[in-house]
């Protein structure tokens, strides 16, 4: 079974600075996919960037991008020039590629609740 | 395009009773899943359903049943409503293998549920 850790409970940043929130995984697949979710207070899940096992280049969407390491099975966001509107928890998610025999069910993190300071 | 839509919002029930969270989505998805959030914590899978009338069991099945017999809902019953079972819960959907490598998981707003 897959697990999906999550290591940092809180993170802060200051608005307009750089934040990196850190997500390991550990996983006997070799392709599969990894997600960033964002819930802010609303409870709505939201899907920031997610990233393909089998792509060496690391996904990017605007202020925020991945660096995916996939020997240490690492999946950490980064989120530049954070804003206010940031301000959530951030949870990783894994999905096995092999769709047939696990639904496309995913497995999350713990989250990182993240603040964002004016 | 209402998405993915979740009823009630908010429940409290009584140790004991019953009810059934009910999930709807117009996406013409054929994946649908339950997860519960507890405070805290990651979702965790309850349920999940590749298609209509095929629905397999998750991470936390126990005190919960599924049914699936459209493609567009998916009911989540609590029978015998415990304490353990307060949670927030958030009904899920995909298009699955007709999605392909890309499948994405959208998801309903929540159903915060509190048994007493």
């Known amino acids: 079974a897959q697990t999906v850790t999550q290591s940092q409970p809180e993170m802060s940043v200051q608005e307009a600075e750089t934040v990196t929130l850190s997500c390991t995984y550990d996983t006997s697949e070799s392709d599969y996919y990894l997600f960033w979710y964002k819930q802010p207070p609303s409870r709505q899940m939201i899907l920031v960037i997610r990233?393909?096992?089998?792509?060496?280049q690391n996904a990017t969407e605007n202020r925020f991008s991945v660096n995916f390491q996939k020997a240490a099975k690492s999946f950490s966001l980064k989120i530049s020039d954070s804003q206010l509107g940031d301000a959530a928890m951030y949870f990783c998610a894994y999905r096995s590629s092999y769709q047939e025999t696990s639904g496309s069910r995913l497995t999350f993190g713990e989250g990182t609740q993240l603040t964002v300071n004016p | 395009n209402a998405g993915v839509t979740q009823t009630p919002k908010f429940r409290i029930l009584k140790i004991g009773q019953s009810m059934t969270l009910q999930c709807a989505q117009d996406m013409n998805h054929n994946y649908m899943y339950w997860y519960r959030q507890d405070p805290g914590m990651g979702l965790k899978l309850i349920y999940y359903s590749v298609g209509a009338g095929i629905t397999d069991k998750g991470e936390v099945p126990n005190g919960y049943n599924v049914s699936r017999s459209t493609t567009e809902d998916f009911p989540l019953r609590l029978e015998l409503a415990a304490p353990s079972q307060t949670s927030v819960y958030f009904c899920?959907?995909?298009?699955?293998?007709?999605?392909?490598?890309?499948?994405?998981?959208?998801f309903g707003p929540g159903t915060r549920l509190t048994v007493l």
């Open positions: 899920a959907s995909s298009f699955g293998l007709a999605g392909g490598q890309l499948d994405t998981q959208y």
């Open positions: 990233q393909e096992a089998y792509k060496q």
